[in-house]
């Protein structure tokens, strides 16, 4: 069975299974491992082979034809389509995601996880917090819960966002939800239509681009600039025809770690009121903020209750914690509620209780700081690794908090090396990082120019050996 030797599926990660499934064919489909015509496996031996619900594989494929990548022929299955080849789509990353210190352990340097690392996980804490919380709840954190949330977690999380928000958020309009991804799944589901127009940014986070495109949605790409996405280019699309979601990550922005301006943000939310349409704030490194004095999302603007404020603790404690909040818009809470239901009726009882433990004492801002000064110390490491390296003519903005760095290719790589295939020889060294093509949405001359470089995953004694290996790779291949 071909396909099942290039999908790997890792279930302890923000990204859904049938993303994970499309991402992997559509890679095999980048790099020659399956070419036009070529015929997939059927959905049930496929999904039997890796374990998986076959809507799972339906819903991969889905995605894929959506795409123009997949023809369904009656009677015979499914085949890579004909027009595939001219696709240009990137190859994803090389190497396993949601393992970030692989590197200290196998020989890998990965610069491609974006995600926190073990060393920080506050294991001793969730001890305690665990045992606290069966102490007191007994049997009720292992039964049917609410499908909003545990009561004393939305509280909490209300009493956090009030620093941010003009007014305190009631408790009832937070949302608990297993993940940000999840989060966006379902508004998409509430907002989103067969036909409909959303929009995301580019470079940007491709789950939910691809969460867009699983409703029939239209997805088209808006460009970042320096201070935020191009909202002349959003106003043109959305005065042309009706718009109906906007995808956004206003702050350390994934891939860029760009941070929007205040206008930006404000004009978002005047946009939003103006021409109807909804957007989705993608909150996952606030708390990364080396200085977060003065931070407001962009739901602090949000005079016409147009925006979904996602927020997420998977990335700020442990990823397997999979718990996020969203802070809905008034007129859709039942709707939203209803979805949730739908999908997976509730979030880990246990996990919500964890999480509320640490926020209701000091051990959640405790870990925030010490994350934050490991997070700044990798970064500087990583800034004179590439000043070693005699990297300092590739562009870069120093990052103001998060764990990832976006770094340009040299004027000299300029139609002589991409990142993509800078990314390939790196992979066959044993360093791991994330091509721009993987983060880009155009469908055409789609740009690859840069890396992303997770610092924060990386052991502070291999950022520089990785940044060497780097600088040798491409004065090999730029030549």
Request: aromatic share 8%.
């Amino acid at each position: 069975m071909a396909e099942r030797l290039f999908i790997q599926l890792y279930k302890d990660i923000d990204t859904p299974l049938y993303v994970q499934v499309a991402d992997s064919l559509r890679a095999a489909l980048s790099d020659g491992q399956l070419r036009p015509g070529d015929r997939l496996e059927s959905v049930r031996r496929l999904s039997d082979a890796l374990g998986v619900n076959p809507a799972t594989i339906v819903s991969a494929y889905n995605i894929l034809a959506k795409e123009g990548l997949v023809e369904a022929r009656p009677g015979s299955g499914a085949y890579i389509s004909a027009s595939a080849a001219a696709s240009g789509l990137p190859a994803e990353p090389l190497g396993q995601p949601g393992q970030p210190e692989a590197g200290s352990t196998s020989g890998r340097i990965d610069f491609s996880a974006n995600a926190p690392p073990r060393h920080l996980f506050p294991l001793e804490d969730v001890k305690r917090y665990l045992v606290e919380a069966v102490d007191r709840d007994g049997g009720q954190a292992f039964e049917y819960q609410t499908a909003n949330g545990y009561e004393p977690l939305r509280a909490a999380i209300a009493g956090r966002l009030s620093r941010q928000l003009p007014q305190p958020p009631h408790p009832d309009t937070v949302h608990i939800v297993s993940g940000a991804q999840q989060g966006i799944d379902l508004v998409a589901r509430v907002i989103l239509r067969r036909g409909d127009l959303a929009l995301v940014e580019s470079p940007g986070y491709r789950g939910a681009r691809d969460v867009f495109v699983a409703t029939g949605a239209r997805v088209e790409a808006v460009p970042l600039e320096a201070d935020g996405l191009d909202l002349d280019a959003l106003e043109r699309l959305a005065a042309s025809r009706p718009l109906r979601l906007v995808y956004a990550n206003p702050v350390l922005q994934n891939p860029t770690g760009l941070c929007w301006s205040e206008a930006k943000k404000r004009q978002l939310a005047e946009l939003a009121g103006r021409f109807g349409f909804y957007v989705i704030e993608d909150d996952l490194f606030s708390d990364f903020l080396y200085d977060d004095a003065g931070y407001r999302p962009l739901k602090h603007y949000d005079v016409h209750d147009r925006v979904f404020h996602i927020k997420s603790f998977s990335k700020s404690l442990m990823p397997g914690l999979r718990i996020a909040c969203l802070l809905a818009p008034l007129a859709l809470q039942e709707r939203l509620s209803a979805a949730k239901q739908s999908v997976d009726l509730f979030s880990n009882g246990l996990m919500q209780r964890l999480l509320e433990r640490f926020l209701a004492g000091p051990a959640y801002d405790a870990h925030l700081a010490a994350a934050r000064t490991w997070y700044r110390q990798a970064r500087d490491t990583c800034l004179a690794a590439l000043g070693s390296a005699g990297l300092s003519d590739w562009p870069y903005v120093v990052p103001a908090g998060g764990i990832n760095l976006w770094l340009g290719l040299p004027a000299a790589a300029t139609g002589r090396l991409t990142a993509s295939r800078l990314a390939a020889e790196l992979a066959v060294q044993g360093v791991l990082v994330a091509p721009e093509a993987r983060f880009r949405h155009e469908t055409a001359d789609r740009p690859d120019g840069h890396l992303r470089l997770s610092y924060g995953s990386v052991p502070l004694a291999d950022i520089g050996c990785g940044i060497d290996l780097l600088a040798a790779a491409a004065a090999r291949l730029i030549g």
